[in-house]
């Protein structure tokens, strides 16, 4: 909260104190317990928290993990380093998601590398972020859903599958330019903004998944083409993990707006009555509250009703700040 919302100079003895009490917290010890000698966290890039490199990193930044420590400088080392990347189980699939333009086990990459302070630069950064700016160009050439895909019988549905080299936007693609600033420009950001529209315009009428057809269907990977405005914290009582993605998510807008749907717009009025509201805590469901301590929690334990509230709060209001909203609410 300090550096995030009232810039606090990460010199400053209350900084430095903070850092030392973050190092000690038993899931931030955990994470760093699983790195390898080569500076590599968990067992493989893609995974769960502890053993996924992208998760357990996920986790060290949240819980306020500075940059400039050892053991994250090692961690950003060990992935420009890594030849065992073949070894790892998401290689095959992440393979195939590359090939087809789906942003895989290269984008993942290369998105780490960018989590971790990477030059941009960085031949495996600019490589992601050129197939990103190629698929939302490439996009723009597309007028219907059956541009570039095709409809196919899995597991006693009817569902749709990538046509291999044809240009559409995947979820990484997103991701990668969001994260990045080298590539903006005001002709490429003409260009996405128009196609990110037109793509959402295509969607509009289809909220299915969509595979990868690579001998068997992989996936489903789709882009939330059909976000919209949330105005009811119970759009998420069918899905509860989508609550602690959404709300995950808000911590992450920024006042770049240009990119993908940011969470932080996505805020209704009725969203907006339930957080000023005097008990926030009683429109949500146990399940609702396990997995969001699962996946977006930051205090150390919820012993206390208000630790739940802080954990609530907390990207909301930072979210708000990122977006630059603040004179809004």
């Not at 810039?7 to 931030?28: A, G, H, W, Y």
């Not at 890039?45 to 357990?56: A, N, P, R």
């Not at 240009?258 to 469901?285: K, M």
């Not at 977006?296 to 208000?306: F, G, Q, T, V, Y």
């Amino acid at each position: 909260m300090y550096k995030e919302i009232l810039d606090e100079s990460c010199d400053s003895d209350k900084m430095i104190q903070l850092q030392e009490d973050i190092l000690n917290l038993p899931k931030v010890k955990k994470a760093f317990s699983v790195q390898k000698e080569s500076g590599f966290l968990g067992r493989v890039l893609h995974g769960v928290y502890f053993d996924g490199f992208d998760s357990t990193l996920n986790l060290l930044k949240r819980n306020g993990v500075e940059l400039s420590n050892p053991n994250m400088q090692r961690a950003k080392d060990s992935l420009l380093n890594w030849t065992d990347y073949e070894k790892d189980h998401f290689y095959k699939g992440g393979n195939f998601m590359d090939e087809y333009g789906r942003g895989g086990f290269r984008a993942i990459i290369a998105d780490l590398l960018v989590e971790l302070g990477c030059d941009e630069n960085e031949t495996m950064i600019q490589t992601q972020i050129n197939y990103a700016l190629d698929h939302f160009e490439g996009a723009l050439l597309h007028t219907c859903v059956d541009d570039f895909t095709r409809t196919a019988r899995f597991q006693g549905k009817d569902v749709r599958y990538y046509i291999k080299d044809c240009k559409w936007p995947a979820a990484n693609h997103v991701q990668i330019l969001s994260k990045t600033s080298s590539w903006r420009n005001e002709e490429n950001m003409d260009m996405v903004r128009n196609s990110y529209q037109h793509c959402k315009k295509i969607m509009r009428s289809y909220d299915g998944f969509i595979y990868i057809n690579c001998g068997y269907m992989l996936g489903p990977f789709n882009h939330n083409w059909n976000s919209s405005i949330v105005d009811d914290v119970h759009v998420f009582d069918s899905n509860p993990i989508d609550f602690a993605w959404w709300m995950r998510g808000l911590s992450s807008a920024t006042k770049t707006q240009s990119i993908a749907y940011e969470p932080i717009s996505g805020i209704g009025q009725g969203i907006l009555d339930w957080i000023l509201s005097d008990d926030v805590l009683s429109e949500l469901t146990d399940e609702h509250l396990r997995l969001y301590k699962k996946y977006a929690s930051l205090e150390p334990a919820w012993r206390k009703k208000e630790s739940i509230l802080c954990d609530i709060y907390f990207p909301i209001v930072l979210g708000i700040k990122r977006a630059g909203l603040e004179d809004k609410c």
